[in-house]
Nanobody, 124 residues
Framework: QVQLVESGGGLVQPGGSLRLSCAAS????????IGWFRQAPGKEREGVSC????????YYRDSVKGRFTISRDNAKNTVYLQMNSLKPEDTAVYYC?????????????????WGQGTQVTVSS
């Protein structure tokens, strides 16, 4: 069973960048499809981006397309979410999640293993 730890959150001004990391232990992360989710205060959790465990294909929700990039580093057993041109509406707790099932990675209701989250605040 894989354990996930997110890091890299923080306070950034609008237009700035952050890189979130999702480091895994207990199993090899490239066996898993990985999703990044976020939850803003008073809102439901939403899937932001994901990467497949078959062909490393990726998905992005419309609001982050062209600004966020998901990637894997198998040598470090880590998945990243590079976030550029950040906006105040990107403010949320960001979570990574993993699942072994061979579903399209954007099936965000089907993720079994979760990290504890990292806070991202975009504010001037």
């Amino acid at each position: 069973q894989v354990q996930l730890v997110e890091s890299g959150g923080g306070l950034v001004q609008p237009g700035g960048s952050l890189r979130l990391s999702c480091a895994a232990s207990g199993d090899t992360l490239d066996n898993y499809r990985i999703g990044w989710f976020r939850q803003a205060p008073g809102k439901e959790r939403e899937g932001v981006s994901c990467i497949s465990n078959t062909d490393d294909s990726t998905y992005y929700r419309d609001s982050v397309k062209g600004r966020f990039t998901i990637s894997r580093d198998n040598a470090k057993n880590t998945v990243y979410l590079q976030m550029n041109s950040l906006k105040p509406e990107d403010t949320a707790v960001y979570y990574c999640a993993a699942d072994l099932r061979v579903y399209h990675c954007s099936m965000f209701d089907y993720y079994a293993e979760w990290g504890q989250g990292t806070q991202v605040t975009v504010s001037s």
